[in-house]
């Protein structure tokens, strides 16, 4: 799957966010997935780029032939990037570190064929190691299923 949207934590503005994802579904209600998300921020300060990588078990509830929701709970390896620079507020090589974090997901699908499907997913990280603390993602995507 692909999906694009738009990204915010406790400390930056809103940033474009994009993210690629696969799995394997065991039954229509349950799938494992993983998935890498990139969290382009640009400017000075806390904005600070962020990429996660992730894995997943993905619970869903079909609601029809059309529209089914969906509900996401893993792991995220965070990756800090870019930063504004210290001397104007921003972050220092110290609080640049790579670590795990907690996420959850949920969201709603609509099935268009029985191999592709559009769907709308608020993605949630907790923490650390982003020091600008959560980060909260809303993604428009799209999903094909072989």
């Known amino acids: 799957g692909l999906g694009a949207g738009a990204a915010w934590n406790n ?8 993210r690629a994802d696969m799995g394997y579904n065991y039954t229509d209600n349950w799938a494992v997935e993983v ?13 600070q780029s962020m990429q996660f990588y992730d894995l997943s078990v993905k619970g869903t509830l079909p609601l029809g032939d059309m529209i089914a929701l969906f509900a996401q709970v893993g792991g995220a390896y965070a990756s800090p990037g870019s930063i504004g620079s210290p001397a104007a507020g921003g ?18 699908q609509m099935n268009v064929t029985k191999q592709v499907s559009l769907n709308l997913t608020d993605y949630f990280y907790y923490g650390a190691p982003n020091p600008q603390g959560n980060t909260d993602i809303v993604l ?7």
Do not use: E
């Open 140 to 146: 428009a995507g799209i999903k094909y299923d072989f």
């Open 11 to 18: 400390a930056a503005y809103p940033a474009a966010s994009f």
């Open 91 to 108: 972050l220092t090589v110290g609080q640049l570190q790579a670590g795990w974090d907690f996420f959850s997901a949920a969201g709603i």
């Open 35 to 47: 998935g890498t998300l990139g969290v382009t921020q640009s400017g000075s300060g806390l904005n």
